[in-house]
C-alpha cells in the first residue's frame, strides 16, 4: 500500500533528464524551422492556405515541446509564447530581405495561432504538476 505522505512520482516526460532532451529536441527543432524558413528555393505548396497550416503546425509543435522543456520554470509559458512569437517575427523580418521570399502578417497570425494551441494540447502532459505539492513527511519516531 502506498504511504499518503509521499507523493506520487512526476510522469516520465516531467523528469529532468526528459526534460533536458526535450529542450535539445526544441534547438533542433528551431534550426529545421530556420531552414525551412530561409531556404532561397522553399518546398512548393499548393495554395496560400496551406502555407500557413505549415506555419501553425510547425509553431504547435514548437510551443508543446518548449512546454515540456520549461514546465517547471516560474511564468515559462508566457515566455516561451512571447519567445515563439518573436521568432516568427525575426522569421518575416528576414523573408522580407530574401528575394525569393515574403513576409506576410498572416504568417505570423499562424505562428501565433500555433503557439496557444501547442500550449493548449500539451497542458493536460504538464496538468496537476503545476499545483503539485508534497505533503509534509510524518515526524520521527
Do not use: N, Y
Amino acid at each position: 500500500m502506498a504511504c499518503p505522505h509521499v507523493a506520487a512520482p512526476k510522469a516520465w516526460w516531467l523528469q529532468p533528464g526528459v526534460r533536458r532532451g526535450f529542450a535539445a529536441l526544441l534547438a533542433l527543432l528551431i534550426v529545421v524551422v530556420a531552414w525551412f524558413a530561409f531556404t532561397p528555393a522553399p518546398p512548393r505548396t499548393l495554395e496560400t492556405v496551406w502555407d500557413k497550416l505549415h506555419h501553425a503546425f510547425a509553431f504547435t509543435v514548437l510551443a508543446g515541446v518548449a512546454e515540456l522543456a520549461f514546465w517547471p520554470q516560474q511564468g515559462h509559458r508566457w515566455r516561451v509564447a512571447l519567445g515563439l512569437l518573436i521568432w516568427g517575427g525575426v522569421i518575416e523580418l528576414v523573408q522580407s530581405q530574401l528575394p525569393t521570399r515574403s513576409a506576410e502578417w498572416g504568417d505570423l497570425l499562424a505562428d501565433a495561432v500555433g503557439i496557444a494551441l501547442g500550449l493548449l494540447l500539451a497542458l493536460p502532459l504538464v496538468r496537476g504538476a503545476d499545483g503539485e505539492t508534497q505533503a509534509p513527511a510524518p515526524p520521527p519516531a
